[in-house]
């Protein structure tokens, strides 16, 4: 399994970007999440969404201003990313696996395919 990033970019605050997590491969009838790392931070849970679409997870920082969602037939997955803050300045990872449950969605060790990551810088 392959997953690939992209979408990333330099913007304003204010400003909106929208990931993409196009996956290869084995296809998995099961979440898909998002995560960033910040320079000198450690990863931090983003987002996640269930296969069907019905069940979406938020950390605090971006509920309401974000929004994954994903198409199934395309295997691809997006982050909607509004109203960006510089603090969501980081490199944004798509991960995948077989094995993530709704309680393990926020942790990354659940995830077993990872993308390559994408740059999201926000500028004050």
């Known amino acids: 399994v392959q997953l690939q990033a992209s979408g990333g970019g330099l913007v304003q605050a204010g400003d909106s970007l929208r990931l993409s997590c196009a996956a290869s491969g084995r296809t998995f009838r099961r979440y898909m999440g998002w995560f960033r790392q910040a320079p000198g931070k450690e990863r931090e849970f983003v987002a996640a969404?269930?296969?069907?679409?019905?069940?979406?997870y938020y950390s605090d920082s971006v509920k309401g201003r974000f929004t994954i969602s994903r198409d199934n037939a395309k295997n691809t997955g997006f982050l909607q990313m509004n109203s960006l803050k510089p603090e969501d300045t980081a490199v944004y990872y798509c991960?995948?696996?077989?094995?993530?449950?709704?309680?393990?969605?926020?942790?990354?060790?659940?995830?077993?395919?990872w993308g390559q990551g994408t740059q999201v810088t926000v500028s004050s």
């Open positions: 969404i269930n296969w069907g679409g019905g069940g979406v």
């Open positions: 991960a995948a696996g077989p094995h993530v449950i709704s309680s393990s969605v926020s942790s990354g060790s659940a995830y077993n395919y």
